[in-house]
């Protein structure tokens, strides 16, 4: 994955933010701290992993579906491999 390795540093800054939120949530739990308190920092949770997602999933897409040359059986191979991330993704 050519994109992840090139965009190491932001994306790292992105991983251990959600370090630092999952971190939050784990003392409000411990810490018995309100319901909506903790709802909001679940949503924040979920939104900073689907943000993350959402910029190795483009940058995949770029590098790989977009690159120039590739057969029609290496294009076929990665749209496989997009399709079966989102369906693990992705909530049925």
Not at 42 to 70: F, K, P, Q, T, W
């Amino acid at each position: 994955m050519a994109h992840t390795i090139q965009h190491k540093k932001p994306l790292l800054t992105r991983v251990r933010r959600i370090q630092g939120q999952a971190e939050a949530l784990e003392r409000a739990l411990e810490d018995s701290v309100d319901c909506m308190a903790v709802l909001q920092q679940i949503a924040a949770l979920r939104g900073a992993v689907n943000g993350l997602m959402s910029v190795v999933l483009e940058g995949h897409i770029r590098d790989h579906l977009g690159a120039e040359g590739l057969s029609q059986a290496e294009r076929d191979e990665a749209t496989d491999q997009v399709v079966a991330a989102l369906r693990s993704y992705l909530p049925r």
